[in-house]
């Protein structure tokens, strides 16, 4: 009997990796080594290098915004199966908010490296991830285009989309 990590069943809820079977998800974990932050800390700071995208496993974070007169707003929250920083990982841009973890909080790091590696143990597996997330990197841009042809102003101006959160499970 094959024993899986034990965040592959979480995983296997989310679009992002709908087509993916327990091994290849099981590699990709071998590759990704979720991380633990502990309630308060930060996963991403505004400013850090682009180039990655995370995807929460268990827990809560919450995208910060540090205003001029130095009050922080809550942007986006997210919860297990929800994703941020596609649009960094695909312009290598960096950061532009602070994400932080809100209770303890498993998070997936997937990066450029990551991908190809997964390609080369699995090439159809590394094409369904890169495809994944230039279709959730497509959604995410129709959806600000339609938030501000409705509202005739854009609703999301930094790289990692984090005002618009949402669910992939």
């Given at each position: 009997m094959t024993v899986h990590h034990p965040v592959t069943s979480k995983l296997m809820s989310c679009s992002l990796f709908?087509?993916?079977?327990?091994?290849d998800l099981?590699?990709?974990?071998?590759?990704?080594?979720?991380?633990?932050?502990?309630?308060?800390?930060e996963i991403v700071l505004k400013g850090d290098d682009g180039g990655a995208m995370y995807i929460v496993a268990a827990g809560e974070?919450?995208?910060?915004?540090?205003?001029?007169?130095?009050?922080e707003r809550?942007?986006?929250r997210f919860k297990a199966g929800d994703f941020?920083?596609?649009?960094?990982?695909?312009?290598?841009?960096?950061h532009?908010?602070?994400?932080?973890?809100v209770t303890d909080c498993t998070v997936l790091t997937?990066?450029?490296?990551?991908?190809?590696?997964?390609?080369?143990?699995?090439?159809?597996?590394?094409?369904?991830?890169?495809?994944?997330?230039l279709e959730l990197a497509r959604q995410r841009l129709r959806s600000?285009?339609?938030?501000?042809?409705?509202t005739g102003s854009a609703v999301c101006d930094h790289a990692d989309g984090a005002g618009m959160m949402e669910r992939v499970a």
């Open positions: 709908r087509e993916f079977g327990p091994s099981d590699r990709l974990l071998e590759l990704a080594a979720p991380r633990l932050f502990p309630a308060g800390m974070a919450q995208a910060v915004v540090h205003s001029p007169d130095a009050l809550g942007a986006a941020f920083g596609e649009m960094a990982l695909l312009s290598r841009e960096r532009r908010v602070d994400v932080v973890a997937i990066t450029s490296v990551l991908i190809r590696m997964l390609g080369h143990s699995s090439p159809s597996a590394g094409f369904r991830l890169a495809m994944g997330i600000v285009d339609h938030r501000a042809i409705g």
